[in-house]
């Protein structure tokens, strides 16, 4: 169904966030126009974004984000509408007294990621420079709850024109960062393993691992069986795969090694698999082209997603690159040390290059939930992050949205900080089946 967005100016600005909310979240096919007189030959739900009212049409008076070819310090007041925080409010003679897409926009094109900020030891964007953090509004997804809104207004005004209210969806994804504890890494990494648990005293630790490397024991971080078992009734699971060189961050188990071939092989016959450029690739993109191309060659196939191990972004550059190697959506537009809606949404969206005013072809799909981020929230308490991580579910459920959850092997394993944690994915996956 077609939907008409009136304007006097179409900027790409406008295209794109308008395409997404009324598009992607919404379900409309979505027609610009600058002339008056296509209103009235216009058979459909009609959006005036100017700053005259229009009858018969739901309007939103511009802020002036939109229009703008820079990026400069936004004021950000905080008002409310409707029970709704909000933002950038314009008019209140108009349908909807916030300019709802330039308010999207700021949030979904990670416009603040472009201004200067502190960056963590990592470089990478800190939750708490975010807006969202500092108004309480990170559990939120704003914009979904937005658009929810816009679709309540449309229908006061086009009540036969509504599209059909989305359905939850849930997308659980694994991140293999150390395949295994102790096994198949290699004479000098299990030396010097050995010798740290000597020298601790880790006498327990040192007895595990033999048992493991002799095949005595199952490796702790070996919870496959278990995973498959768990994310059986979802096949549209991603598990990324950490490759590149070891390094102090990257201590992964290499894909040289016919193990972890067998492995990658084995759970890509259930479910799809992407790519988990390495910390020290960076925006290397002959490292990270490398990267692709060494998991593809296992897969014998495409490798079309990915997620940066670390989460490390970097605005616009790490999706630039991504986009340039072939990569079709990435997942990882989330905070390592605390959970909620990074972008303010819970809805994938194309990637917008501010730098360069246009839209790249790759997604972004935004995940609500990381086992690490549940760890720094809720300490050793499992049974709060099963209520914690369900609480952001729920609000990704009211609005008819995706949760992706991120998971690791390692958090099941029940071993050292993971202790009493190895049934917290299956309690929060038991219940997300019940929604």
């Keep these: 169904m077609e939907l008409l967005v009136y304007t006097n100016s179409i900027t790409p600005r406008l295209t794109y966030i308008a395409k997404f909310l009324l598009g992607n ?9 600058t002339s008056k007189s296509k209103i009235v030959s216009f058979n459909g739900p009609v959006i ?5 009212s229009v009858s018969n049409a739901v309007n939103i008076v511009p802020h002036g984000l939109l229009t703008e070819m820079d990026i400069t310090e936004q004021p950000l007041s905080l008002s409310v509408w409707n029970g709704l925080p909000v933002v950038f409010v314009t008019s209140d003679e108009a349908t909807i007294p916030f300019d709802l897409f330039a308010a999207s926009f700021y949030l979904v094109s990670r416009y603040e990621e472009y201004l200067p900020f502190e960056p963590d030891k990592h470089g990478r964007f800190p939750h708490e420079a975010s807006v969202l953090f500092k108004e309480g509004l990170l559990n939120r997804p704003l914009v979904d709850e937005w658009a929810m809104a816009m679709r309540n207004e ?16 849930f997308v659980p994804t694994i991140d293999i960062d150390n395949a295994f504890a102790y096994r198949h890494k290699g004479l000098r990494r299990t030396f010097f393993g050995s010798l740290r648990d000597l020298v601790y005293f880790r006498f327990d630790e040192l007895f595990t691992r033999y048992m493991a490397i002799l095949g005595l024991k199952r490796d702790v971080y070996d919870v496959y069986e278990r995973l498959y078992t768990l994310l059986a009734p979802y096949p549209w699971a991603v598990w990324f795969i950490l490759g590149g060189k070891y390094g102090h961050y990257d201590k992964r188990v290499s894909l040289k090694k016919r193990s972890m071939r067998q492995l990658v092989r084995r759970i890509s016959r259930q479910f799809e698999v992407g790519v988990h450029p390495s910390y020290g690739a960076g925006l290397d993109a002959k490292a990270v082209e490398e990267e692709i191309a060494q998991l593809s060659l296992v897969l014998n196939a495409e490798v079309s997603k990915s997620r940066q191990h670390f989460l490390r972004i970097k605005m616009p550059y790490t999706y630039r690159l991504l986009s340039q190697l072939g990569v079709k959506a990435d997942y990882s537009m989330g905070y390592s040390a605390i959970n909620g809606f990074r972008a303010g949404t819970c809805t994938a969206f194309k990637f917008y290059d501010l730098e360069s005013e ?4 790759l997604m972004v799909v935004p995940f609500a939930v990381m086992d690490r981020a549940l760890l720094n929230e809720c300490s ?3 049974v709060k992050a099963v209520s914690r991580a369900l609480h952001l579910a729920k609000n990704v459920r009211n609005v008819g949205g995706t949760f992706i959850l991120l998971w690791h092997n390692e958090s099941l394993s029940g071993t050292n900080e993971w202790k009493d944690w190895e049934d917290v994915l299956p309690a929060i996956i038991s219940e997300i089946k019940r929604f």
Excluded: C, Q, W
Aim: no cysteine; net charge positive.
């Design 48 to 52: 005036a974004y100017t700053n005259i």
């Design 380 to 382: 050793d308490n499992a």
């Design 358 to 361: 246009r839209e790249l072809p």
């Design 154 to 169: 449309l229908a006061k005004f086009f009540p036969k024109y509504i599209m059909p209210k989305r359905r939850f969806h």
């Design 25 to 33: 979240i919404l379900g409309y096919t979505v027609t610009f126009s």
